[in-house]
């Protein structure tokens, strides 16, 4: 059974850079594309980035400038930063995986932690 | 980008009855590479269908969907508890992944 399991900072000052990393346990990590996913409180999900096990990485354009995905292979782990956040930025922010050799979209999440982006 | 429009945003049925949920996509879904989620308070979202009408893994056959092209409906057969909840469609056809903005069914 595949788990994804989430940490990081839950709390920012505006300005300061999100970091979250999540690992994955159970099934394969290569051959899927891992993606980072968000969702301000009471509201829609919005898809940030994806990155493969070779650290192919695809970007939400309108989020390009600020996010950084990265992948370390060898932990089965995935991080995302995100610099110069605001409160626009608050929202729970999931893990998940996406494709791979079918396309099936997200069949695993992450829990999600709430980050929360205050003075 | 692919804007996904659900309709509509409220659905008020009573436990047995049908609920059919609507996705309207701004311009064709490549290979109609369309799913569906549930999401409850709280949890994360879980996958129903994908590719239009292919069922995720354990999920119960009362749930079906159907559609191509920019047009999507997933269809529960017979409301039970516990499918009160908001769902999100998603197509994946182009780099940008995008959801609709959800509907929530709830108990009339």
């Known amino acids: 059974q595949v788990q994804l399991r989430q940490w990081g900072a839950g709390l920012l000052k505006p300005s300061e850079t999100l970091s979250l990393t999540c690992a994955v346990y159970?099934?394969?990590?290569?051959?899927?594309?891992w993606s980072w996913i968000r969702q301000p409180p009471g509201k829609g999900l919005e898809w940030i980035g994806e990155?493969?096990?070779?650290?192919?990485?695809n970007y939400n354009p309108s989020l390009k400038s600020r996010i950084t995905i990265s992948v370390d292979t060898s932990k089965k782990q995935f991080s995302l930063k995100l610099s110069s956040v605001s409160a626009a930025d608050t929202a729970v922010y999931y893990c998940?995986?996406?494709?791979?050799?079918?396309?099936?979209?997200?069949?695993?999440w992450g829990l999600g932690p709430l980050v929360t982006v205050s003075s | 980008e692919i804007v996904l429009t659900q309709s509509p945003g409220t659905l008020s049925l009573s436990p047995g009855e049908r609920a059919t949920l609507s996705c309207g996509a701004s311009?064709?879904?490549?290979?109609?590479?369309l799913a569906w989620y549930q999401q409850k308070p709280g949890q994360a979202p879980r996958l129903l269908i994908y590719?239009?009408?292919s069922r995720a893994t354990g999920i119960p056959d009362r749930f079906s969907g159907s559609g191509s092209g920019t047009d999507f409906t997933l269809t529960i057969s017979r409301l039970e508890p516990e499918d009160f909840a908001v769902y999100y469609c998603?197509?994946?056809?182009?780099?940008?992944?995008?959801f609709g903005q959800g509907t929530k069914v709830e108990i009339k």
């Open positions: 998940a995986r996406g494709e791979g050799a079918t396309p099936v979209p997200f069949d695993y």
């Open positions: 159970g099934g394969s990590f290569s051959g899927y594309y």
């Open positions: 990155i493969n096990h070779n650290g192919r990485t």
């Open positions: 311009q064709s879904v490549y290979s109609s590479y």
């Open positions: 590719h239009a009408s």
């Open positions: 998603q197509q994946y056809g182009s780099s940008l992944r995008t």
